[in-house]
């Protein structure tokens, strides 16, 4: 049996369309002056990572930052991620609990996280959600969050793997020496991902990599 660590956004779940609406009503509730975007959002790093890489530092100062990620919070938490689904075939995968333990580790809170793993009924077959908040209000880095899960749970390297669509979630994998699976249907690109173990270009891919890895 295999133990998977997945990243959730961009990996396991299309988000895109709902964070961009929330995102950019947002803005709205936060009077951020939208013509001043320089860069088009990029889905999948962290709010604060994602405003930072749009708008220039000089216009983007702290107090708009805080209002602009807060006004996200409230609209985004409230949502009913109608939008939000699973990559085509990724259900399949989640649905396997006899050959895998699946746990996700996400940038993403702990309360929209909960909300969309319920909506997507997969609550009992995640054995475990770990956010960068989940014990407390001080930020974890992804790395930390993969070595307390490993630690916690009593993982065995040698069976557990990564999984997730940007080079941070990669990298978080192979500090903690376990082999990391970029995937290419979310926000990272190939060359972002060159320094994984494996590379998977479709959700088909993947499948029959973890069906191979478990024959192993």
């Not at 220039?56 to 708009?64: F, H, K, P, V």
């Not at 699973?86 to 746990?103: E, K, L, S």
């Not at 793997?161 to 994998?173: F, L, P, Q, V, W």
């Not at 979310?186 to 024959?215: N, W």
């Amino acid at each position: 049996m295999l133990n998977l660590i997945w990243d959730l956004d961009g990996t396991l779940i299309d988000s895109e369309h709902e964070v961009l609406e929330a995102l950019k009503l947002a803005l709205i509730d936060a009077k951020i002056d939208i013509s001043k975007i320089i860069k088009p959002f990029r889905v999948g790093p962290t709010i604060d990572n994602i405003l930072k890489a749009s708008f220039a530092a000089s216009y983007l100062n702290d107090e708009r930052l805080h209002n602009a990620i807060s006004a996200f919070r409230k609209r985004y938490d409230s949502s009913s991620f109608f939008h939000t689904n699973p990559f085509m075939g990724i259900d399949a995968i989640i649905h396997d609990t006899d050959n895998y333990v699946h746990y996700i580790i996400t940038n993403k809170p702990d309360l929209p996280s909960c909300k969309i793993v319920h909506k997507l009924g997969w609550a009992n077959k995640i054995k475990k959600i770990i956010t960068p908040y989940s014990s407390g209000s001080d930020k974890k880095e992804k790395s930390e969050l993969f070595k307390y899960l490993i630690t916690s749970q009593h993982l065995d390297k040698e069976t557990t793997y990564g999984i997730g669509d940007m080079a941070s979630d990669c990298y978080a994998a192979k500090c903690v020496g376990i082999k990391a699976i970029g995937v290419l249907w979310g926000a990272g690109t190939k060359e972002e991902l060159t320094d994984t173990a494996y590379i998977c270009s479709t959700v088909a891919e993947l499948k029959m990599l973890l069906e191979s890895l478990c024959k192993k």
